[in-house]
């Protein structure tokens, strides 16, 4: 077999076998096929697809190019939950927990923010003392006795991934469906869990910004999970704006928390309710959507779920305190007002640019190696649909600098103004099954 034969197929528009997928990676893998080669395939698949079996093959040979995690020692049906990447995206702390208060075990492997989108293990190291590093043996002990353990990935998971993704970035070629399909199932699939239930955000934050885009992406992951047999579901949820209000790192824990005590954030708590819904019905808990959804909802207000997330930050040596007392949490030194030069309705927030104008902050990364200001971040008082005079308080930056003009610059240009009320912004477009 030759590579140079399986480019000019893919060229020519043909699907390529198992054989083919699995010489590709493997010489890649092993150094045998250069770079040059594989880019020209990574172009030849952006521009001619692939079939549903080809990316399926493809996703088989990623996972098979590393290690697979073990949960078998976990009892249980173990179900992951996997988030396409937002802007103010903290359901983590609130799924997992309430999912573990409904019995079923989470083990979690959670990433770190680059770009606009934060990272999991990134906010929860806003709680002192929380170690997102635990032996294989604690992380299992933990989940057995608590039902919930987030930590960052472990082992060489998906190596091909990190090779592939590497050079798809320098060669325009992330945007390409099968590509990303595979690459985010893959490490899913990887990491071990029986079950998964996929968040495909769709809008201005998202990684896919049309609702047809998302679809497809949806479809495509929820079908490589079938032919690799895990029951995957997709929910696509809005990212036309922030979720909640809080952006950045130990803001989001809060907030996170808050809705945890019971504080009605809607688009949040409805979000986290829909994914934990799907996660507990392909686990088997409930007989049907209303019984979990209103299951879940008594798991809040009784403070179960509650509980759940102060027995994750005291199992991973987090200060308690800090959830108790939510201003221990850090801080900035400064808080700046952006304030609207017109009045009207909010119709639209560019929900990247509120991400990036966080990152510019120091909640985010520009780039891999840059370090996290886990203190600060951007507080919405304005979201879609709200009214706002001239003068009023659009959001509220937490920095730790006085002067970011160009942050609010960045901020205030990220909300459209108009004098019509906008329609209601819906949550929940589709569920994939
Ligand atoms: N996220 C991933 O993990 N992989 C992609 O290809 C794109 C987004």
Redesign the pocket.
């Known amino acids: 077999m030759r590579m140079v034969d399986i480019i000019a197929k893919k060229r020519n528009g043909e699907a390529l076998t198992e054989q083919e997928i699995t010489f590709f990676i493997g010489g890649y893998m092993k150094e045998n096929i250069p770079d040059y080669q594989v880019s020209a395939l990574m172009m030849a698949i952006y521009y001619q697809g692939m079939t549903q079996e080809e990316t399926a093959y493809l996703t088989k040979n990623i996972v098979a190019s590393g290690d697979i995690i073990d949960l078998s020692p976990i009892e249980g049906h173990k179900v992951d939950k996997h988030s396409?990447?937002g802007v103010g995206d903290k359901t983590t702390f609130i799924v997992g927990p309430l999912v573990a208060a409904a019995g079923i075990p989470v083990a979690k492997m959670s990433g770190r923010g680059l770009g606009h989108t934060g990272g999991t293990i990134d906010k929860l190291e806003s709680i002192p003392g929380f170690k997102v590093e635990l032996t294989n043996q604690q992380f299992i002990d933990n989940v057995n006795k608590y039902k919930l353990s987030v930590v960052g990935q472990t082992g060489n998971l998906a190596p091909a991934?990190k090779k592939l993704?590497a050079l798809?970035d320098v060669t325009a070629t992330?945007d390409s469906i099968p590509?990303?399909a595979s690459?985010?199932m893959s490490?899913k699939i990887a990491s071990g869990a029986d079950s998964i239930v996929l968040d495909v955000k769709t809008g201005s934050g998202a990684?896919m910004k049309s609702f047809e885009d998302s679809k497809r992406l949806a479809k495509e992951m929820v079908t490589i999970g079938k032919q690799l047999d895990r029951q995957t579901i997709a929910v696509i949820s809005d990212m036309n704006q922030p979720l909640g209000y809080e952006i950045g790192n130990a803001n989001e824990v809060k907030e996170a928390v808050e809705v945890l005590q019971g504080k009605r954030v809607e688009d949040l708590r409805e979000l986290a309710i829909e994914l934990a819904a799907h996660m507990t019905l392909v686990a088997g808990v409930y007989q049907d959507y209303t019984e979990a959804t209103q299951s879940l909802e008594k798991l809040i207000d009784n403070g179960e779920a509650f509980h759940c997330f102060k027995n994750l930050i005291k199992a991973q040596g987090g200060d308690i305190a800090v959830v108790e007392d939510l201003s221990k949490l850090p801080g900035s030194s400064y808080k700046v007002e952006v304030k609207s030069v017109q009045k009207g309705y909010i119709h639209e927030m560019e929900a990247d640019e509120i991400g990036v104008a966080a990152m510019h902050l120091g909640a985010g990364r520009a780039t891999k190696d840059d370090e996290i200001n886990h203190g600060v971040g951007i507080t919405l008082q304005k979201k879609i649909g709200d009214y706002v005079e001239q003068g009023d308080t659009l959001a509220i930056l937490n920095s730790d600098e006085e002067n970011v003009e160009h942050i609010i610059h960045i901020v205030k240009n990220a909300y459209g103004i108009k004098s019509e009320k906008p329609n209601n912004q819906k949550m929940i477009y589709e569920v994939i099954k």
């Open positions: 396409t990447g991934d993704y798809r992330v590509l990303i690459s985010i490490k990684f």
